[in-house]
């Protein structure tokens, strides 16, 4: 069932770290391919 978890980050922010960690996958702010986002209890955030 689904819960309500909030994440550390406003969306500039979570696309700036996003960009940091996967750089390949952005053009500028744009995505270019889908990222898999994992977000545990806590709101913390993992990228693949």
Known sequence: APTNVKIIYDTLALINRLSSYIP????GRQVKEDICVYLNKEGDLYFS
């Open 24 to 27: 390949e996958k952005f053009r």
